[in-house]
């Protein structure tokens, strides 16, 4: 199957910082990515999507300002958590969907973010 | 806005025994799908249903989309220890790329 991957696995920070997650389709174009975030024993939450060359669609009650999204190009989006504050703890997860596809969403291995 | 809810939320059943999970939208469904994630892991896709009232199987699992889209299930046959993990259900609406996930059922497994 298609491959996404998501960098970094895991990362520290200190409260007040910023923190830049990058997912990548590595065999095929992504025209469409999707930010996810899961709290322990929960399921996964829609935070956004981003469609490659416009703004990202956020979700109800996800503050855009907070979480900035980039789809700059067809392999690439970035999600960056802004004045990252400890209920921002999380385990982040960013899915592609290939261009005109709507079947299978390929998902990154995820970033486990511990902001202290 | 869209809901998915899964039940149950957990269970615990010994290896051999059979276990079910349902999975219920509050919006009809273009498809649904079904995901495994193991603790510590992403979502693995098990398979994908579009027509009303499909049956699908895989080796000791079979899934199933209701007939008015708005309902499905999954079904392990004599489980095994490598079935451990939470199965997510997850819903799109006709006209949206995006996927809703259900709540999940966390399955636990004794050898």
């Known amino acids: 199957g298609a491959v996404v991957s998501q960098h970094p696995s895991w990362v520290i920070c200190k409260s007040g910082t910023s923190v830049k997650i990058e997912c990548r389709s590595l065999d095929f174009q992504a025209t469409t990515m999707f930010w996810y975030r899961q709290f322990p024993k929960q399921s996964l939450m829609l935070m956004a999507t981003?469609?490659?060359?416009?703004?990202?669609?956020?979700e109800q009650g996800v503050e855009k300002d907070k979480f900035l999204i980039n789809h700059a190009s067809l392999t690439l989006s970035t999600l960056t958590v802004t004045s990252a504050h400890p209920e921002d703890s999380s385990f982040y997860i960013c899915s592609a969907l290939p261009g005109g596809s709507t079947t299978e969403a390929f998902f990154g291995q995820g970033t486990r973010l511990t902001v202290v | 806005g869209q809901q998915v809810m899964q039940i149950p939320q957990y269970q615990h059943v010994q290896e051999g025994e059979d276990f079910t999970t349902y999975c219920n939208s509050s919006t009809t469904l273009s498809n649904i799908q079904w995901y495994k994630q193991r603790p510590g892991g992403h979502p693995v896709f098990l398979i994908q249903?579009?027509?009303?009232?499909e049956v699908k199987k895989q080796k000791r699992l079979t899934f199933q989309f209701g007939e008015a889209k708005k309902n499905s299930s999954l079904h392990i046959t004599a489980t095994q220890t490598t079935d451990v993990g939470t199965y997510f259900c997850?819903?799109?609406?006709?006209?949206?790329?995006?996927?809703?996930f259900g709540t999940g059922t966390r399955l636990l497994v004794s050898p």
């Open positions: 981003s469609n490659e060359g416009s703004k990202a669609t956020y």
């Open positions: 249903l579009v027509k009303s009232g």
């Open positions: 997850a819903g799109r609406r006709t006209g949206f790329q995006k996927l809703v």
